[in-house]
């Protein structure tokens, strides 16, 4: 069965770190690739997605996530992280061209310190 | 504005009642309706897929005559909690199926707490 990995359970930085949260999945098909945040309180929101084209993906915020096949991964990442970042970061996956449901990973939390 | 609704946002109930969630795609026709509950702290498990017109496909240990799935329209799909149990507490997310476009709507949520 399709799966989606996220080692890092919580990550804590300081304002101004760079950021990088690890995503492995396990599909050797085409799959469709996305990240979501979930602030406190809140509901789930998009923040990138990879369906195809550039590896290189731009999301909203400054974050951006690279895809990289040979690896399976889709490593999401940001220069310089702000307080207001502190949140649950989800990667999530698409397997299969026709398929339709998203399996999440695990999470990660982020918590940043001013 | 919102594009998925749910409804209730919060809900209390006793153990051993039953609770509806509605969940209502607002701008256009949703054929298939994926259900998620998430604990706290923990990630999001998709526990079913409701289609239209025809039973829900439940996955792997979800027990389907527990979490009652209804898709009598285009527009609305229910989850069913029936005879409640503490350990039922969560919050319980629905996402309409969105395949052959690169937008995913998530309903905002039902938090469920049994007492």
């Known amino acids: 069965a399709q799966s989606v990995s996220q080692h890092n359970h919580h990550v804590i930085l300081s304002e101004a770190a760079s950021l990088e949260l690890g995503c492995n999945y396990s599909?050797?098909?085409?799959?469709?690739l996305f990240w979501y945040v979930q602030y406190p309180g809140q509901h789930l929101q998009l923040l990138l997605k990879y369906f195809s084209g550039d590896p290189l993906v731009k999301g909203i915020k400054g974050f951006e996530a690279e895809f990289i096949k040979s690896k399976f991964s889709f490593n999401l990442r940001k220069p310089s992280v702000q307080w207001s970042d502190t949140a649950e970061y989800f990667c999530a996956v698409i397997a299969g061209s026709s398929a339709s449901k998203i399996i999440f990973g695990s999470g990660t939390r982020l918590s940043i310190r001013p | 504005g919102a594009v998925v609704s749910q409804h209730p946002s919060r809900v209390i109930c006793k153990s051993g009642t039953s609770v509806k969630i509605e969940c209502r795609s607002l701008?256009?026709?949703?054929?298939?309706m994926f259900w998620y509950r998430q604990f706290p702290k923990k990630s999001l498990m998709l526990m079913a897929t409701s289609n239209e017109g025809s039973k829900a496909t439940y996955e792997q240990g979800v027990e389907k005559d527990k979490f009652l799935i209804n898709h009598a329209s285009l527009t609305l799909s229910t989850l069913t909690v029936t005879s409640a149990h503490p350990e039922d507490s969560s919050f319980y997310i629905c996402t309409p199926d969105r395949v052959g476009t690169d937008t995913q709507y998530f309903g905002p949520g039902t938090r469920l707490t049994v007492l």
């Open positions: 701008d256009f026709q949703a054929t298939t």
């Open positions: 599909y050797g098909g085409t799959v469709n």
